[in-house]
């Protein structure tokens, strides 16, 4: 094997490890990471980990990146289980798989929906992993509509929403109604805003049955954007 392929290997071997005992910080100490104290845990000293990663926020893109995938592909696989018209299992399917995610990675869940890092900025990099959530819950939608199971809703948005929805259905969902695409937002957002509740205790001594309260929940959801039973 040549000696460049070795070399690369190593890196990355290196680079793995290193976000490994990053993501065990996470769920200690939360999103204030510090490369010092991850170097100390690798028994490295602190100036060699700025080879693999020059500073803090390239190593919490790293994680948040890492992080938005696993989230993606857990919705994405969930979704394409049931059948395709079947809208509403889908919708189920893939608001189940974002909380299991969640529930499994919790100091993931945070890095990304949690409270902002101070002094951090996610690049823009960022932003088309960010989108797979909702654009594949959306994405039912548009399956829903294309088959002729879903009815455009009748309400008129007010101007500047529907103003911004365009631009929205113009670059993901082109031909989608704003009106509906203004459903499956609420929807997307009202899902993440029950797993952030769960995660992060708001719903500690008012809801001891939570598998049970999810599920009602997202199949008021599912009425809302008026998937069929």
């Known amino acids: 094997m040549p000696a460049s392929s070795i070399r690369a290997r190593v890196r990355a071997e290196m680079i793995d490890e290193i976000k490994a005992v990053a993501r065990r910080h996470l769920a200690t100490d939360g999103a204030n990471l510090s490369l010092r104290a991850v170097a100390r845990d690798m028994g490295m000293v602190s100036s060699a980990i700025y080879r693999y990663f020059p500073s803090r926020d390239e190593l919490l893109t790293a994680l948040i990146l890492e992080a938005y995938q696993a989230l993606g592909d857990a919705v994405a696989a969930a979704v394409a289980g049931p059948d395709r018209l079947d809208l509403r299992g889908r919708w189920h399917a ?130 809302l954007m008026g998937l069929p039973a």
């Open 94 to 223: 893939a608001c189940r798989a974002a909380r299991d995610w969640a529930l499994a990675h919790p100091a993931e869940y945070a890095l990304l929906y949690g409270s902002p890092v101070p002094g951090y900025a996610a690049p823009d990099e960022t932003v088309e992993p960010a989108q797979r959530p909702p654009l594949t819950l959306v994405g039912i939608l548009r399956d829903g509509l294309a088959a002729g199971r879903i009815d455009p809703p009748a309400e008129v948005l007010p101007e500047p929403v529907r103003a911004d929805l365009g631009e929205l259905v113009a670059a993901f969902f082109p031909g989608l109604p704003e009106a509906l695409l203004a459903r499956g937002m609420a929807g997307w957002t009202q899902l993440f805003g029950l797993i952030s509740f769960d995660l992060f205790g708001r719903l500690n001594r008012a809801v001891p049955h939570r598998d049970a309260y999810f599920e009602h929940q997202i199949g008021l959801m599912a009425d």
